[in-house]
């Protein structure tokens, strides 16, 4: 019963947090929070598991920073591809809108 009580209380207030309050904060928002889980969730796998990454010889050291590193670069290439969906040319919107007002 103790390790019962604790699991279900969890499940039912993400459940309540999923339903309830995502759907109302803005997709920017969640996408920076997941980053932020994400750094935090690795530093935390660094620290409990610390003593395997000491004990691993100095090439394969490197490979402990390819983890972070492929992370960054996925993350940067999304804020990029975001960042170019609402890329729009504001000479071309205003073209647009003044042969549209004109036409009236």
Do not use: C
């Not at 009580?5 to 109302?24: E, N």
């Not at 975001?82 to 007002?101: P, R």
Request: hydrophobic fraction near 60%.
């Amino acid at each position: 019963m103790q390790l019962f009580l604790p699991g279900l209380v969890t499940i039912i207030v993400a459940g309540v947090f999923i339903f309830f309050v995502i759907p109302r904060v803005s997709p920017t928002v969640i996408f920076i929070i997941s980053i932020i889980f994400l750094f935090i969730m690795i530093q935390s796998h660094y620290s409990m598991f610390a003593n395997e990454y000491k004990l691993i010889s100095w090439r394969e050291q490197l490979s402990v920073f390819a983890t972070p590193i492929l992370i960054s670069i996925i993350v940067i290439g999304l804020l990029i591809a975001v960042s170019q969906l609402f890329k729009f040319d504001i000479k071309s919107l205003l073209d647009s809108y003044s042969k549209i007002s004109s036409s009236k």
